[in-house]
């Protein structure tokens, strides 16, 4: 790829990142205009800025070929999930969602949602088959089920016990297919969910 083509990309990427999340919309309508601004100088302050790595822990991916991370933090959960956090992209956005507490970040392709009950490998699989018949499992524990569809996009749903109670934590769709790399992480991630404090 050359330098115009990666200034298209990070441009590409800014204009995604802002249609998902808002880019400082405050209800204002200024919002669009600060994050359009934003997005046409942002090939210039690319050319000339690199980004400081975060310190510690990260979730890594690649999107449309350009690297990307974000920190790890405990992200406090809401609604009936309160007083439960999961480590999780810095730019996790939480919400209180039909069928569960969502945990979302666009920029790295991290996307989840937790909600109170048992895990069942069986009905996991038995969901992940009607949905692609010809897909496969390729990870499996007591705990955790990763399948992959014939796509090669991946599905993940994790068990876990937190003070007495059983929750379960799987992967929502995105705009983009799961790798296996981001599922991995995914479950790591899900795995750390716990009480506040």
Known sequence: MNHSTNRAVVLALSLLGCSLVGCGDKGDGKGAATGSAAAATGAKAEASAKPEAPKGPVFKTQTMGVDMQEALVDKE?????????????????????????????????YSVSISEQKFDKAETLKIYKMIDEKGAVVDESDTHLIFKRESGSHLLTVGLTV???????????TGFDFTKDQIDQTLTSCRTLKKKG
């Open 163 to 173: 003070d007495g109670k059983p929750y379960q934590c799987s992967s929502v769709a």
């Open 77 to 109: 959960l809401v609604g009936a999930l309160a007083g439960l956090v999961i480590t999780a992209p810095e730019k996790a956005k939480v919400s209180e969602e039909r069928g569960g507490i969502h945990v979302v970040s666009a920029g790295v392709n």
